[in-house]
């Protein structure tokens, strides 16, 4: 499962994993580079992640299959 947010000139994705590592998350310019990621425990780790580091609140994400 994905879940995507934009915020500024951002798209942050949080792509899950296998269980036993966690989820990513990815941080895209808005010339699609990545140009940060995070391994974090959990989907909801990632969004935490998220918000204190680029302001994306936590209910501003959308399920991407």
Partial sequence: MKYISNIKDLSLVIEEDLPEIGAYLYVYNSHGD????????????????????????????????
């Fill in 34 to 65: 990545c140009i940060a990621d995070y391994l974090q425990d959990d989907v909801n780790s990632c969004k935490r992640q998220a918000c204190e580091t680029f302001g994306v609140a936590l209910n501003n994400w959308k399920k991407d299959s």
